[in-house]
């Protein structure tokens, strides 16, 4: 029995209390290293991020991740440390640095842990290794180039004239207000789901009727035909949540065991769901082999560098990043438009001046109209789409003259860069004319919601002949209306890997002139 100052302790006490003090030693020699003697120690921040990934993992789950990043650089500077492990910065040139194109033989900075899944194979944007990154993006590149766009219009054309009508049908002709995040929704999913699988219009509902026929499906995900949510869409954006927490679990693998209680009930199945439907899509578009149509599966199909469960991976994360962006970005123009009257009679002037029928409006009349174009792009940089700040490791480089250690996590504070005074005239703002001609001598570079290098998005001009398609629709058609005011919205927003964009009640009202 060991006496410790004249205490007798029995012997399994003392094994308890010597282990429990040798945690406590351990877990204060970390904590002094990691605020006092780590690489990143010179880096302000909150205290508990520099000690902890439980910081990280406060900030994810509260769902305000951006803001609470924002705030932190307004208030500490270019660059913080929000993880024992991790540095954020809030200026162009380090995202330039992070992720711009590297000249030959210097080391890249690649993707982190915080992009994989449960996926046996990894697919496009969660591919960590550049070389199966760089295979697959070069098979799926040619569905992007200029002459997959144009066929590609024709199937925005399609879905854009049947969601103005029912935009006119279900609002009652602008009596009843639509709520503008869920009616985007039933566009860009369907635009997706037809580029995706085939342009051909009666195709995909054949198609889908067959995989998924005991559910009854109708169109692509039949959002616009219905005028409401497929359940698909519904199950897509709720297993966001779930792979937001994959990340939670990954940092901190002793939350595994809670998460079945912390999760909304169903979400584990909810992954499943989506998984399995995207599953079966794939695999009835891989049995019809060359359709003689270009859809996004020809391409990989024709490329043939790509194994089959490689192909089939890619439909789920293809269908998330082609849709949810786009209504996302169509949901804060519709905001911006609402909040900023004088912009919207601008827009007005110039679409209804362009324009005097619906067939004109195009992707190549579009991409002629300014105001259009600046109205997005100032949308696009107030409230970028993409809301988490894409994190990489260092491959050991120099980071905004900063030389960041090997390993070390790195990213870019979206918000900060869009709103910073350094950068940008009047950066809260919203002022679409910025981005025509001279502009207002901006730094444009520090607005890239669609990233820039070596892993920059794909669908870019996909991306924006639909959004100019559709608003140009809406505004020759339309007189909209905030049906229920508010002075907020971008900040009721929250992140799940993308937004979760609050509710935006709009009532559209026939033009009169039309
Ligand atoms: C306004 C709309 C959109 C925005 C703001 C946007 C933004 C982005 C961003 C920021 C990334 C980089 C993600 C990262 O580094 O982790 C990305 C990647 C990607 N996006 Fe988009 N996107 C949009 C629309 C689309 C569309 C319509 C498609 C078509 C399917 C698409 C397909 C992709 C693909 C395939 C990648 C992965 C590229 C790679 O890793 O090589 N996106 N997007």
């Known amino acids: 029995m060991p006496d410790i100052g004249g205490l007798h302790i029995a012997g399994p006490a003392f094994g308890a209390l010597a282990v429990t003090l040798s945690i406590i030693l351990y877990y204060a020699a970390q904590t002094v290293y990691l605020l006092f003697f780590h690489p990143l120690a010179k880096y302000p921040g909150p205290k508990l991020a520099a000690i902890s990934e439980l910081w990280w993992v406060w900030a994810l789950s509260s769902e305000r991740f951006p803001f609470i990043v924002y705030d932190l650089h307004k208030k500490h500077g270019d660059v913080i440390r929000i993880g024992p492990n991790e540095l954020s910065f809030a200026t162009a040139e380090a995202f330039q640095d992070i992720h711009g194109h590297v000249s030959k033989g210097k080391a890249r900075f690649l993707k982190t842990e915080f992009y994989d899944n449960d996926d046996p194979v990894p697919r496009i944007v969660g591919a960590r290794d550049p070389e199966v990154h760089a295979r697959q993006r070069k098979a799926l590149s040619h569905a992007f180039s200029a002459k997959s766009l144009r066929d590609q219009e024709e199937i925005v054309q399609k879905y854009v004239d049947g969601f103005v009508q029912q935009l006119a049908k279900l609002g009652d002709h602008g009596k009843k207000a639509l709520n503008v995040p869920e009616t985007f929704n039933w566009l860009t999913f369907d635009v997706i789901g037809s580029c995706y699988l085939c342009p051909e219009s009666v195709r995909p509902i054949r198609l889908l009727m067959q995989c998924l026929g005991d559910l009854s499906f109708g169109e692509p995900f039949g959002g616009v035909a219905k005028g409401e949510t497929h359940v698909w869409i519904k199950v897509i954006l709720d297993s966001v949540l779930y792979m937001q927490t994959t990340f939670l679990r990954k940092r901190l693998p002793f939350l595994n065991p809670i998460m079945p209680y912390i999760l909304p009930k169903g979400s584990t199945e909810k992954v499943k ?39 089939m991976s890619q439909t789920s994360t293809l269908i ?56 997005i792009e100032e949308s696009l940089r107030l409230f970028p789409p993409v809301p988490f700040s894409l994190p990489r490791h260092s491959p050991g480089a120099v980071v905004d003259g900063y030389y960041v250690p090997k390993g070390t996590v790195v990213s870019v504070a979206p918000l900060n860069l869009t709103r910073d005074p350094r950068y940008w005239q009047d950066p809260d703002s919203f002022r679409p004319e910025r981005w025509i001609g001279e502009g207002f001598n901006d730094q444009k570079k520090a607005s890239q919601p669609f990233s820039t290098g070596p892993r920059a998005c794909l669908g870019i001009n996909l991306a924006y002949l639909e959004m100019k398609i559709v608003l140009a629709t809406m505004v020759f058609l339309f007189d909209w209306e905030l049906a229920v005011p508010r002075d907020e919205w971008i900040r009721d927003c929250k992140m799940r890997i993308l937004w979760k964009k609050a509710d935006l009640w709009v009532k559209y009202h026939p033009r009169v002139a039309a």
């Open 273 to 311: 769901t989506h998984r399995e439907f995207s599953k079966r899509l794939s695999e009835k578009r891989l049995q019809m082999g060359d359709t003689g149509r270009a859809d996004f599966f020809s391409h990989m199909l024709k490329k043939n560098t790509m194994s089959v469960q490689e192909m």
């Open 320 to 375: 998330i990043a082609g849709s949810e962006t786009t209504a996302t970005s169509l949901s804060g123009i519709t905001w911006f438009l609402l909040k900023n009257p004088d912009c919207m009679v601008r827009l007005q002037k110039e679409v209804r001046g362009a324009f005097t029928s619906l067939d004109q409006i195009t992707g190549e009349s579009t991409a002629g109209l300014p105001y259009l174009h600046g109205v």
